[in-house]
């Protein structure tokens, strides 16, 4: 080879050198969510998530390439959704309810994958203990299984005079298919003299007409128990509610914003940017297994004082002053 050509091969091969490295630092993460992209409580955890991943380093389009799915609570979305994610051979996985994340785990034993907003991990066949989870997932969870009396007591704080409480949620999407909370719900509900009624249902229609039934025979009160489904179907679930004058617990403080009368669990926008340091973590090096499954400590009551007096409630004091919020 003649010098001069010698000198071009080198300088070209060191002009491409940086393309190269730049591409080679571009990692891909795909996030499956359960609920629907047209939610804006769902859109704003996952902005929180971006945004601290950025504040991480890692910037979409940039050295990260970032995939979103969206299954709507749906049970017939959520393989498909987790296997077109699969196929986009992600360097890391973050998964939003359990659902979403059974489906994951079901595409890969080997991906990293980072979940929140999960109930029952162990239960659920995802981890094998919550200090060292082991295999390829860790997250933060949902609420502990005695949730489910806890929201029962409050509802009979609010509301002395039912008799009835009915737990409505979805099988399908729900953990341990509703088992996980309707335990202690059972447990509260002989305490308390209440009928515990079990309200399963698996599309809208099923809503409608379990809630039409239930609500037939007073006094009565509901629960709602956190699933992809339920939470995608809140508009609908709180509307009838408030139809057919039913008292109401609920897991999060986005029913509230839309007429739900009580609502007590955790600040689910909290755990979006802590699964964005895992995600970080785990770009970096660390292995999901070794990364300690987080359990939520900031609760929020939220009171709907509207709500309250269409219904003709009087909201104990007590309960006031311990509300985060009262909407008025």
Request: glycine share 10%; proline share 5%.
């Amino acid at each position: 080879m003649r010098r001069r050509d010698f000198i071009t091969l080198l300088g070209s091969a060191a002009a491409a050198w940086p393309l190269a490295a730049r591409a080679q630092k571009e990692r891909r993460l795909g996030i499956l969510m359960g609920f629907s992209a047209n939610d804006a409580d769902a859109q704003a955890r996952l902005a929180a998530f971006r945004h601290k991943l950025a504040e991480l380093g890692w910037t979409d389009s940039k050295n990260i390439r970032i995939e979103e799915r969206w299954a709507s609570g749906n049970l017939e979305q959520m393989q498909p959704s987790a296997a077109d994610l699969i196929a986009t051979s992600p360097d890391a996985l973050l998964g939003v309810t359990v659902a979403a994340v059974q489906a994951l785990h079901r595409e890969t034993g080997t991906i990293p994958i980072v979940f929140t907003q999960v109930s029952d991990p162990i239960g659920s066949g995802l981890i094998e203990n919550l200090a060292r989870p082991g295999g390829n997932i860790t997250g933060f969870t949902n609420f502990e299984a005695s949730m489910g009396g806890k929201w029962l007591e409050l509802l009979k704080e609010i509301a002395p005079g039912i008799k009835r409480a009915g737990f409505l949620f979805n099988p399908g999407t729900a953990a341990g298919g509703g088992a996980f909370y309707l335990s202690s719900f059972n447990s509260a509900a002989a305490s308390l003299a209440i009928e515990p009624v079990a309200l399963p249902v698996r599309d809208d229609a099923e809503i409608t007409q379990s809630i039409d039934v239930f609500a037939r025979q007073a006094p009565s009160g509901l629960m709602v128990m956190p699933d992809a489904f339920t939470l995608v179907h809140r508009d609908r679930i709180v509307g009838l509610a408030t139809q057919y004058r039913l008292p109401a617990v609920y897991p999060f403080r986005f029913f509230g914003q839309i007429g739900g009368l009580l609502c007590y669990g955790i600040d689910a926008m909290e755990q979006f940017p802590k699964a964005a340091a895992y995600i970080d973590r785990i770009l970096k090096g660390a292995k999901a297994g070794d990364l300690p499954v987080q359990q939520s400590s900031k609760f929020e009551l939220v009171v709907n004082l509207k709500t309250a007096k269409a219904l003709g409630l009087a909201i104990p004091g007590t309960m006031l002053a311990r509300a985060d919020e009262v909407i008025e």
